[in-house]
T-cell receptor, first 116, second 112 residues
Framework: KAGVTQTPRYLIKTRGQQVTLSCSPISGHRSVSWYQQTPGQGLQFLFEYFSETQRNKGNFPGRFSGRQFSNSRSEMNVSTLELGDSALYLC???????????????FGPGTRLTVT | AQSVAQPEDQVNVAEGNPLTVKCTYSVSGNPYLFWYVQYPNRGLQFLLKYITGDNLVKGSYGFEAEFNKSQTSFHLKKPSALVSDSALYFCAVRDTGNQFYFGTGTSLTVIP
């Protein structure tokens, strides 16, 4: 079974631009979560989608948004990029969602975003 | 308020010795607790989780963790460390509000 895939793997953008990252979950998984990883703040939860609905959201500004499609693929969008948005963005998929006791996440390799 | 704390940035242990990576949490209610490992140039991998039941949880690669409610801790342990266990370890907690928090990570180095 193929793992979680994220595209693109690397991205360079300038301040003020917007960016869209993509995540394809493991086949059959309906939950997709997004995380930001930086040296200073560590791993931070952005949001989780399950069956095309956002179920949980972390403490990030509204510039960070996401969506999930009927095939469970998810996209994350960051508008008006700031230098501080430079990070590794990780996507994780699960067959259940956060409330399920069987919840177990499988992570993708991440998208390395650099904002200049 | 920090929900998960990993008090040690770096842990060094000799190969063959037991290892412990510490984690404490500060969420109310009955949290779900997790351990993940991140190997160099590889993605984050799930090791084990505690949901309810037996306080000693066994996971992948011979790791186990002990849930201690009175001390609000969930330390990761392994009886005999391998050089290949050298990696970055993250503790995580899901609180009753379904928010997911990660610790800052502990870098484990197993010395041959």
């Amino acid at each position: 079974k193929a793992g979680v895939t994220q595209t693109p793997r690397y991205l360079i953008k300038t301040r003020g631009q917007q960016v869209t990252l993509s995540c394809s979950p493991i086949s059959g998984h309906r939950s997709v979560s997004w995380y930001q990883q930086t040296p200073g703040q560590g791993l931070q939860f952005l949001f989780e989608y399950f069956s095309e609905t956002q179920r949980n959201k972390g403490n990030f500004p509204g510039r960070f948004s996401g969506r999930q499609f009927s095939n469970s693929r998810s996209e994350m969008n960051v508008s008006t990029l700031e230098l501080g948005d430079s990070a590794l963005y990780l996507c994780a998929s699960s067959s259940g969602w956060l409330r399920d006791s069987s919840y177990e996440q499988y992570f993708g390799p991440g998208t390395r975003l650099t904002v200049t | 308020a920090q929900s998960v704390a990993q008090p040690e940035d770096q842990v060094n242990v000799a190969e063959g010795n037991p290892l412990t990576v510490k984690c404490t949490y500060s969420v109310s209610g009955n949290p779900y607790l997790f351990w993940y490992v991140q190997y160099p140039n590889r993605g984050l991998q799930f090791l084990l989780k505690y949901i309810t039941g037996d306080n000693l949880v066994k996971g992948s690669y011979g790791f186990e963790a002990e849930f201690n409610k009175s001390q609000t801790s969930f330390h990761l342990k392994k009886p005999s460390a391998l050089v290949s266990d050298s990696a970055l370890y993250f503790c995580a907690v899901r609180d009753t509000g379904n928010q997911f928090y990660f610790g800052t990570g502990t870098s484990l180095t197993v010395i041959p």
